[in-house]
C-alpha cells in the first residue's frame, strides 16, 4: 500500500482520525505540520486586561478559538510574573462568549491555572450550544441584557475572520473592540519537519499520495515538495506516470493546485472528513 502525506498537524487525540483511516485499510499515513500561530498586539491586550472591564466600558469578551484564549493565559502568566497591582482590574464578573465546547474547555483551564486572580475569566458562556461564531453571535443577543446603551466587547480574533459575527451583533444592538491577538503563518520548522520524517520513515512503498488541505499551505510547501519528489503537473503526458499521486479536501483547494500551482489533482474529496477522503484515494 502506498504511503500518504497528510499536509496537517495531527490531533492531540490520539488517534488522529486521519491517520486511523488510512491505517486501517493498509496505507502508511504520517501527518507534518504546515502552520503555525504566533501571537500579536500583546502589550495592547496586557494594557486592557489590566486596566480591567469598568475602565475599557467593556460589557463582554468574546472569544472564537482555543488560540485566543492561549494568548489570553499567556498575558495573565506575565502580569501574575511581573507582580503588577490588579487594583480594580476585575475580570470575573465580565461574561466571557466563545465559540464550541474546546474553547470552552479551554478558557476554564485558564480559571484553574489562577483560581485567585481578577484577571482570569469566571463567567463563560455559550461553549457547547454556540459551535459557530453565527450560532453565538444569536446567543449573545438572546441572553446579554441589551436595555439603554449599546453594550460594547472585546473581541480577540486572529487573521482570518469571517464578518458574520460582527454583522449580526452589530445589527443587533453590540458594538465590538476587535483586536488580533494571533496570526497563522507558514511552519518555520516546516523544511526540517519533512526532511527529517522522510528520513526516518521505513518504507514498505515507494508510492505516495500528498494530501493538501488548504490553497494557503499548499503554496507554502510546494517548493520545499519538489525538493524530495517530482509532483504530477497538469502538462504531463502520461497520466499514470510517477510514484507520485495528489490529492485535496475540497474543490477549493483542488483549484488553487490546478490553476496556480499547475499540479495534477487525482483525488478530491466530497467533503473534509477523513473517511471521504479515503473514499476519493481509493476510488483514484
Given at each position: 500500500?502506498?504511503?500518504?502525506?497528510?499536509?496537517?498537524?495531527?490531533?492531540?487525540d490520539?488517534?488522529?482520525k486521519?491517520?486511523?483511516?488510512f491505517?486501517?485499510?493498509?496505507?502508511?499515513?504520517?501527518?507534518?505540520?504546515?502552520?503555525?500561530?504566533?501571537?500579536?498586539?500583546t502589550?495592547?491586550?496586557?494594557?486592557?486586561?489590566?486596566?480591567?472591564p469598568v475602565s475599557?466600558?467593556?460589557?463582554?469578551?468574546?472569544?472564537?478559538s482555543a488560540?485566543?484564549?492561549?494568548?489570553?493565559?499567556?498575558?495573565i502568566e506575565?502580569?501574575?510574573?511581573?507582580?503588577?497591582?490588579?487594583?480594580?482590574?476585575?475580570?470575573?464578573?465580565?461574561?466571557?462568549?466563545?465559540?464550541?465546547e474546546?474553547?470552552?474547555?479551554?478558557l476554564l483551564d485558564?480559571?484553574d491555572?489562577?483560581?485567585?486572580?481578577?484577571y482570569?475569566?469566571?463567567?463563560?458562556?455559550?461553549?457547547?450550544?454556540?459551535?459557530?461564531?453565527?450560532k453565538?453571535a444569536h446567543?449573545i443577543?438572546?441572553?446579554?441584557p441589551?436595555?439603554?446603551?449599546?453594550?460594547?466587547?472585546?473581541?480577540l480574533?486572529g487573521?482570518?475572520?469571517?464578518?458574520?459575527?460582527?454583522s449580526?451583533?452589530?445589527a443587533?444592538?453590540?458594538?465590538l473592540?476587535p483586536?488580533?491577538?494571533y496570526?497563522?503563518r507558514?511552519?518555520?520548522?516546516f523544511?526540517?519537519?519533512?526532511?527529517t520524517?522522510?528520513?526516518g520513515?521505513?518504507?514498505?512503498?515507494?508510492?505516495?499520495?500528498i494530501?493538501?488541505?488548504?490553497p494557503?499551505?499548499?503554496?507554502f510547501?510546494?517548493?520545499?515538495?519538489?525538493?524530495?519528489?517530482?509532483?504530477?503537473?497538469?502538462?504531463?503526458?502520461?497520466?499514470?506516470a510517477g510514484n507520485v499521486r495528489?490529492?485535496?479536501?475540497?474543490?477549493?483547494t483542488?483549484?488553487?493546485?490546478?490553476?496556480?500551482?499547475?499540479l495534477?489533482?487525482d483525488?478530491?474529496?466530497?467533503?473534509p472528513?477523513?473517511?471521504?477522503?479515503?473514499?476519493a484515494?481509493?476510488?483514484?
Open positions: 500500500m502506498a504511503n500518504v502525506l497528510l499536509l496537517r498537524a495531527a490531533s492531540q490520539a488517534p488522529d486521519y491517520e486511523a483511516a491505517r486501517a485499510q493498509g496505507y502508511h499515513p504520517v501527518s507534518i505540520p504546515v502552520l503555525e500561530t504566533c501571537p500579536v498586539n502589550s495592547e491586550l496586557r494594557r486592557i486586561i489590566s486596566r480591567g475599557e466600558r467593556l460589557s463582554g469578551v468574546i472569544l472564537t488560540r485566543a484564549v492561549e494568548v489570553w493565559k499567556d498575558v506575565d502580569l501574575v510574573r511581573d507582580g503588577e497591582d490588579p487594583g480594580d482590574a476585575d475580570w470575573s464578573r465580565t461574561p466571557f462568549y466563545v465559540v464550541g474546546a474553547t470552552a474547555t479551554t485558564v480559571s491555572a489562577f483560581p485567585g486572580s481578577p482570569a475569566p469566571r463567567n463563560i458562556c455559550g461553549g457547547a450550544q454556540s459551535g459557530t461564531s453565527e453565538l446567543h443577543l438572546h441572553h446579554h441589551l436595555e439603554g446603551p449599546r453594550p460594547t466587547f472585546l473581541y480574533t487573521d482570518k475572520n469571517r464578518d458574520t459575527l460582527p449580526i451583533l452589530n443587533g444592538g453590540v458594538d473592540k483586536l488580533q491577538v496570526e497563522t507558514g511552519s518555520s520548522t523544511a526540517h519537519d519533512l526532511r520524517t522522510l528520513e520513515l521505513p518504507l514498505a512503498s515507494n508510492q505516495w499520495w494530501v493538501h488541505f488548504a494557503s499551505s499548499a503554496n510547501v510546494t517548493p520545499m515538495i519538489r525538493e524530495h519528489f517530482t509532483l504530477p503537473s497538469i502538462d504531463s503526458a502520461d497520466q499514470g495528489i490529492a485535496a479536501i475540497g474543490p477549493t483542488s483549484t488553487f493546485l490546478t490553476d496556480t500551482l499547475k495534477r489533482v483525488a478530491v474529496a466530497s467533503k472528513s477523513p473517511e471521504a477522503l479515503l473514499d484515494i481509493q476510488k483514484a
